[in-house]
């Protein structure tokens, strides 16, 4: 994130960081700017998509282990950006989409939902913020 | 799902996280409910052993494992699905139901021939007809099912 926000030279950035412990995951000796707008999937399965932003997303793969655990198959993705919205066939091809974040009413959730008036999610899929 | 606008004490992010339900146990449950499939209200949890009538489908071949195919046991794995193509309820003539057929990922115990010898199989997804054992009466009441025709 702290090149992607070094690559940033045309408009504001900040970054956020946690305040409590997080996920160990292994760090490139250079950092590599991120592709603004898109998600990354964690993994991919077919009847659930959990659409994590922010730091829940570890909790999101918890989740899908114990659902796998039920029959389910999960897709699990970082969002990682709330605006531009990634619209990652792979997400839409599941159901139901859920939204998880730490934030408020009209967040994250509200803003996947407006892919419902482009029809991405009109696919008989179920959508839950 | 989002944070919920009320006041959560100050403790550990995970006592915190859990409290919002903003914990795997929360996610789950969640997602479970969009489903309409809570099955810890229908009393199946994975693990749990029901006995169930014939079993008339199976994503693989049962019948070489199962000689009393009327009456076998399953452990019950994964969701029961009551809201989807492979959940048929059949309604008497007073409205109540009184067939279910449910399609259930589990686990089939075995005998094998001839001996004593027994196990479970593989993880399977099954179609079967809840029957009206006493085995079963638990989880068709949990169902909303009718305990036997007669009472229709």
């Not at chain 1, 950006?81 to 619209?87: E, G, H, R, T």
């Not at chain 1, 009413?105 to 913020?129: K, R, S, W, Y």
């Given at each position: ?129 | ?36 499939k809570d099955m810890r209200n229908l009393g199946l949890m994975p693990g749990t ?104």
């Open positions: 994130m702290i090149a992607t926000a070094a690559a940033i030279d045309d408009r504001p950035s900040a970054v956020r960081y946690p305040r409590s412990d997080g996920t160990g995951v292994p760090s490139p000796e250079i950092g590599i700017p991120l592709a603004i707008g898109k998600c990354r999937v964690v993994r991919e399965g077919t009847s659930v998509a959990l659409l994590s932003l922010g730091g829940r997303l570890q909790e999101c793969c918890r989740a899908a282990d114990e659902l796998a655990a039920y029959g389910f198959s999960n897709t699990v993705a970082d969002a990682r950006f709330a605006k531009p919205l990634d619209v990652d066939p792979r997400l839409a091809a599941r159901t139901p989409p859920r939204p998880i974040e730490g934030g408020s009413i009209g967040g994250f959730g509200a803003i996947v939902q407006t892919l419902t008036e482009h029809g991405e999610l009109d696919q008989g899929l179920i959508f839950a913020a | 799902m989002i944070l919920p606008d009320v006041f959560i004490d100050r403790a550990s992010p995970a006592a915190m996280y859990a409290e919002a339900n903003a914990d795997a146990k929360g996610i789950v449950a969640k997602v479970l409910e969009v489903l309409g052993s029901i006995r169930v009538g014939n079993v008339f489908a199976a994503s693989r071949p049962a019948a070489n494992l199962c000689p009393c195919d009327r009456s076998i046991i399953l452990r019950f794995i994964g969701n029961i699905t009551p809201n989807c193509a492979g959940f048929e309820r059949r309604l008497g003539a007073d409205g109540k139901i009184f067939e279910a057929q449910a399609r259930l990922t589990v686990q089939l115990r075995f005998r094998v021939d001839g001996s004593k010898r027994s196990g479970w199989t593989s993880i399977m997804t099954v179609q079967c007809r809840l029957g009206h054992g006493p085995c079963q009466s638990a989880v068709r009441e949990r169902l909303g099912l009718c305990k036997r025709n007669e009472d229709r």
